[in-house]
């Protein structure tokens, strides 16, 4: 890294802020970080971030409770204990099937969602007493925060940021 | 302006022919008589054949010579059935698949949806199936009920309501007041009417639009007409139903019948939209259709195919559980003789498509929505097959020319009306107040090239 010194440039308008992040980014500039109040539509595009391939965990994740289920419900009607409860057929699974797909149906869901919102939790690394890794309280509000690393090269990024529309360029220490 | 080209109209017309000489020689062949039809039987028996032999063997060996006859009979009118029902599946299959795009038309003039606006030319000339259907369809009905042509219904045949009569049958009659032969044909002609009625009307208005220049007291018109077609449509859609499709099996009763046909027919409808849709689209008729449009008619496609199977299972599971024997014998029949294509369609109608259309960028490409599309619509045939045919043919049913020739004189009457009916319109809506809306629609996620929005909002 070099140098531990970062630009932070202010927004206050997504359109402004998606147009600074196309012309930083055309510059060749490494954006470390864009904090915003609320979600702006297109720009991780803007900044090349790759997709998120949570929707393909969560398949896997309804498959694993998918298979929870067929071999839960095979194992304790089936096999430990098969009684005849109500005339329904418990000689194999396939013939009670149709009473298990509920439980089937909901355990996937089950896994799928839950599990899917634990590796949310995990990825981004948030959880109850996290500290808030906000470099200034009004992003959350009405700011937009582009955070870009400086390598010696202070004067050229503050004078390309001015030009990008920003109402406020700091810099300062990180450790 | 699209042009109806020659060598479509030459392939569907050609469609047509081979459809209708197939159906006149399934017509043909099917047995006059019982004599016939015995001769038919043993014939096939001799192949080999397993239903046949089930019967020849039963009739012969054990039953008394009174029941017999009745057997005979009873396998006679099944065997004259076939050709008829052939025809009737793939009919109420069309002309179900031509009413829910209109449905589905009505729902996204009701629901102002912006991203289906440049689609509603495509809509519009696919509903135009439904006049020649209707015609059909009509025909079927008079010479069902009034000139007692075939024995489709069984609770048409004479005798039924008679008590002094060996056909006498306590439990029709007992739901006599919505299941006779003058209350079917009416409201079979009325649903007709009603459907028509509203197709002729928006089609005339929504191209009164393209020039209206009215402060948009036309697209308010046609919005208007649209929720009171929906309305007619749900109550139109659940009696017919009852009358063309549960009335085959008049003992059975099922209360989401109505919505498991509508479900079968809804993401049938959709798929033909979407099929529609790629094949103009490839031709360029519809420049402002892109990717995303596609995207989400698979969407849909995908998530009424789920619906389907809810209701699918819904149906069927809560009669299993329950096990009463005159819910029951719907499905033991069903599972008896129509092993193969009741648990196929599962797969078809579901699995496939649910693991094909679950992608995102799958969505997107015509090339898989169109191998979604062929077996999710080979998937809801064989749903109206295993509907209808237990109760018309029982396990007398085959897949053979009578079944095919049918399915191609549809298709070839479907290619006729929607695109002769596409070319006599401007493709592109533009009255429509959501027109802009929908030609610069873009889905998120799907970055083709040429496809990326610049606008932000």
Known sequence: MGSSKVIHAFYNDDEVLLDAVKTVKAAHHHIEEVFCPFPVHG??????????????????YGITGLSVAIWMTNYMMIQDWPQDIGGKPSFSWLENMPAFVPIMFELTVFFAAHLMVI?????????????????????TDDHFLMEIHVHNNEEELTALLAKTGAVEINVVEKH | MYQFSGKLKMLSLALIIIGALGIGFSFFSAPK??????????DQASHGDSHGSEHATGAANSHDSQHDAKHDEHVFHQMQNKPWSALYVSLIFFLGISLLVLAFYASQRVAQSGWSVVLFRVMEAITANLIPTSIIMLLVILSASVLHWNHLFSWMAEGTFDPSSENYDAIVDGKSWWMNVPGWTI????????WNTYRWFIRKNSIAEDTANDYNKTYKKNYHASVIFLVVFMLTESMMSWDWIMGLDPHWFSTL?????LASLLVSALTVIAFVTIYLRSKGALPSVNDSHIHDLAKFMFGFSVFWTYLWFSQFMLIWYADIPEETTYFVARFNEY???FLAMVVMNFVFPILLLINSDFKSKPWFVIIGGIVILAGHYVDFFVMIMPGTVGSLWSFGIAELSSILFFIGIFIFAVFSSFAKANPIPTGNPFLKESENFHYFNIEHEGEESTDHH
Not at chain 1, 43 to 60: H, S, V
Not at chain 1, 122 to 132: D, Y
């Open chain 1, 43 to 60: 720009l991780d595009k803007a900044m090349g971030l790759a997709p998120t391939r949570i929707a393909i965990t969560a398949f896997m």
């Open chain 1, 119 to 139: 590796t949310f939790y995990m990825r981004s690394k948030i959880w109850p007493f996290k500290k808030a890794e906000n470099p200034d309280p009004r992003t």
């Open chain 2, 33 to 42: 008589t019982i004599e016939e039809s015995k001769e038919m039987i043993a």
């Open chain 2, 187 to 194: 409201r079979g002609i009325v649903y007709l009417l009603l």
């Open chain 2, 257 to 261: 019948f109505g919505w498991y046909v």
């Open chain 2, 339 to 341: 092993k193969m294509p």
